[in-house]
């Protein structure tokens, strides 16, 4: 058995956390015209700071599957095993959203396929893992074959291409008042975002893992990340008032910079592995995969139950993303110690 790096668990333990938070946040966001501008601009500040949740699970990944050496037999049951998973969910979260009518079950199995807006969006990270899955032969084969000016490249045209372009097309829209669209896919370098996220955390990752730590070093991280994530603060608090409904380009996550942000976060963890010590992290980490699949759940009875919106978010944020989380731990803890189910969390 492999043994587990608590830095790197730790920092699956961060997204997840985070991932509830957004989802708890965007519940206030998406109620621009209900709350108040003070109310708005407090979810969008705990938004903000986790946006980089979906890139370091990408960039986790690449960590583990780029380095490892092709198996025919592995590669088919793990596309398998997330397509399962991805189904069954699927289901699952469809038949919760039509109380439980089983004469919608084919209609379920047919949108566990096609459209996790008839199950539940949050359901989507599973289509793009999966689809990495599906390609990760190639992309495996491609990266052990870079040389370090060809990843600086890759890296280099991904940000500008990806992470530039998500934010000067809302930009234009916004300077000439047009309803313009600019889309140019490049196969690899922005055709899927996510890759771009995945392939960085393998480069980063063998750059930097023997890589000690220093105050400068760990200072620069941290000051990244908090200059990024200032700029996504102001940027969407600022233009949503000025749109007069929540506006949100600098929130997508192939924003420069949220991938500027993720990047000095996943830095920061990995060059400071010798102080995750705390053995706790990957009991935590072990569930982050089934807290991930459970937690909406739970969030989707409580806010059909109770009006969240009403609560300030400056408390309300940070307390119900920590009960929603802890409720989806216990949950999928237990899953985990069941035969055959734990395969569906684990």
Not at 29 to 58: E, G, M, Q
Not at 72 to 80: A, E
Not at 96 to 102: M, S
Not at 277 to 295: E, P, R
């Amino acid at each position: 058995m492999v043994k587990k790096e608590i830095n790197i668990e730790f920092i699956r333990v961060l997204a997840i956390f985070m991932t509830v938070m957004i989802h708890v946040s965007n519940f206030y966001i998406s109620s621009f015209s209900k709350i108040s501008a003070a109310y708005f601009n407090t979810a969008v500040v705990y938004n903000s700071l986790s946006r980089i949740c979906v890139p370091l699970f990408f960039m986790v990944s690449g960590i583990f599957l780029i380095k490892k050496e092709f198996n025919l037999k592995s590669y088919f049951q793990r596309v398998l095993k997330f397509t399962l998973i991805l189904v069954i969910w699927s289901i699952i979260y469809f038949l919760f959203n039509n109380e439980w009518k089983i004469k919608g079950l084919k209609q379920a199995m047919a949108n566990s396929f096609l459209n996790a807006n008839e199950t539940s969006r949050h359901l989507w990270f599973m289509y793009a893992i999966i689809g990495i899955y599906i390609a990760l032969p190639f992309i495996q084969n491609m990266c052990k074959n870079m040389s370090c000016l060809q990843e600086n490249l890759f890296l280099g045209l991904w940000l500008g291409f990806s992470g530039l372009g998500s934010i000067y097309v809302p930009l234009i829209r916004i300077i000439t008042d047009t309803n313009v669209d600019i889309s140019y896919p490049i196969p690899i370098i922005n055709a899927t975002y996510y890759l771009g996220y995945f392939i960085a955390g393998h480069i980063l990752y063998e750059r930097l893992k023997d890589t000690g730590s220093s105050l400068k070093k760990n200072l620069l991280c941290m000051g990244v990340y908090i200059i990024s994530t200032l700029v996504t603060i102001i940027g969407t608090c600022v233009l949503s008032a000025k749109m007069n409904e929540e506006y949100t380009p600098l929130f997508w996550y192939k924003s420069i910079f949220i991938a500027v942000s993720a990047f000095a976060i996943f830095i920061l963890v990995v060059i400071n592995k010798d102080s995750f010590k705390n053995q706790v992290i990957l009991t935590f980490s072990k569930q982050s995969f089934g807290i991930y699949l459970i937690h909406m759940i739970f969030f989707n009875q409580l806010t059909l139950n109770v009006q969240i919106i009403d609560f300030n978010p400056l408390i309300a944020i940070p307390v119900i993303t920590l009960a929603i989380y802890t409720v989806s731990f216990i949950s999928s803890y237990i899953l985990s110690k069941i035969p055959i189910i734990n395969r569906l969390v684990v």
